[in-house]
Each structure stands twice: as C-alpha cells, then as structure tokens.
C-alpha cells in the first residue's frame, strides 16, 4: 500500500500511525488512575484472577468494595508489587541448596 494512501486511512479512521507509540500512551493514561478494578489491576500488573483474588483473601493487598464492585488503591498494588520477592542469583542458590 502507498505511504500516501496508509497516511490518509490513518485519518480517515482515527488509526495511530504508530501503534507502538499508541501502546505506551495508553499505558500511561492507565496508571495515572487513582484506583482499579480486579480486571484492570490484573492487565496492569500481568497476575491472574485467581492469583489477585488470592492475595486479597491472604490480606497481601487491601481491597476495597463499593456495593458489587471491588476496587485496588494505585497504592495499594504498587505496594503489593514492591513487596515481592526478588529473584536473583541468591534465590537460585537458595533453591539448589534446598534441592540437595
């Protein structure tokens, strides 16, 4: 397809020309919300329902309820993920000695 007529469709369609660029704005936007639903925290942080359910339950992240909506504080998640283990040459080590 000629630049022109990629150019003109981006246009006429309301398409990013780079949708690259798209993603990381998008992104941004995203984690200037003061507060997220389950599904929200789950794309943002990469964890599954059952895993995020899971935490809230075992109180490793505060979440809060608005009639049948759960909701997590920006806060909250951030300090949830900052909290968890690293992984690094120590843990391998770690796990290898408790292997043999």
């Known amino acids: 397809m000629p ?3 990629r150019a003109s469709l981006c246009v006429s369609l309301r398409v990013p ?3 690259q660029r798209f993603k990381y704005q998008a992104v941004e936007n995203f984690m200037a919300q003061l507060a997220y639903t389950i599904s929200e925290a789950c794309a943002l942080s990469k964890i599954g329902r059952t895993t995020m359910y899971a935490a809230i339950k075992d109180g490793q ?3 809060r309820k608005l009639r049948r909506r ?3 504080l920006h806060d909250d998640l951030m300090a949830f993920l900052q909290n968890l ?3 690094g040459v120590e843990a391998v080590a770690t796990a290898l000695v408790i292997r043999d």
Do not use: C, G, Q
Request: no cysteine; proline share 20%; glycine share 0%.
């Open 61 to 63: 992240i505060k979440a």
């Open 85 to 87: 283990p690293e992984v």
């Open 3 to 5: 630049p022109k007529l």
């Open 17 to 19: 020309r780079n949708p």
């Open 70 to 72: 759960t909701v997590i």
